[in-house]
């Protein structure tokens, strides 16, 4: 029993020290969160090649929206504020992440952050500039024209749902049946 017990204390312990190392690698670039050199901070940390994804995409964009925010309607840089912490706190948060694997799971936050921080609802001008300043990017990043598809499917499903309850409760629109 006393054997036992040991067992498991040693293996909490153990337990924990691999937690505490792994939140730790992880939240190394936390107090940037929020600033364009966040990504810079991350590359560096996992090591990624100058060129790799963070530095080339990341923070080459992130830097590009800030630079260019006043062309952008007060709900465009709200929106463009929201989804730079979405996306950052999503990769500060992953575990396991590496320079193999970061664009693809920044990829996947893309659509989540994107929809969460109000994409859809952004005036057609902002979705356009925005649209323009990554399009040529774009098609050489597999993972994250998927992404920009799934944003457009989203939003195409968003705003026709939308058309049709507006139809639906709108006076002009005439009686409905059920």
Request: some cysteine; proline content about 3%.
């Amino acid at each position: 029993m006393y054997r036992s017990l040991l067992s498991i204390a040693l293996w909490g312990a153990m337990f924990s020290m691999v937690s505490e190392a792994s939140t730790l690698a992880q939240t190394a670039c936390s107090n940037q969160v929020g600033s364009c050199a966040y990504y810079g901070c991350l590359s560096d940390e996992l090591a990624c090649r100058p060129q790799a994804y963070l530095r080339r995409f990341g923070r080459s964009y992130c830097s590009l929206f800030e630079a260019r925010a006043d062309e952008y309607t007060e709900q465009g840089q709200k929106f463009m504020t929201e989804v730079r912490l979405c996306l950052q706190l999503e990769l500060d948060a992953e575990i396991g992440l590496t320079c193999q694997n970061v664009e693809r799971r920044s990829a996947n936050h893309h659509v989540t952050c994107y929809l969460e921080s109000g994409y859809c609802e952004l005036p057609r001008k902002d979705q356009f500039l925005l649209q323009r300043t990554i399009f040529k990017d774009l098609a050489s990043r597999p993972a994250l024209w998927g992404a920009a598809l799934r944003i457009s499917r989203a939003c195409l499903m968003h705003a026709t749902s939308r058309s049709a309850s507006e139809a639906s409760v709108s006076p002009s629109a005439g009686p409905t049946t059920p």
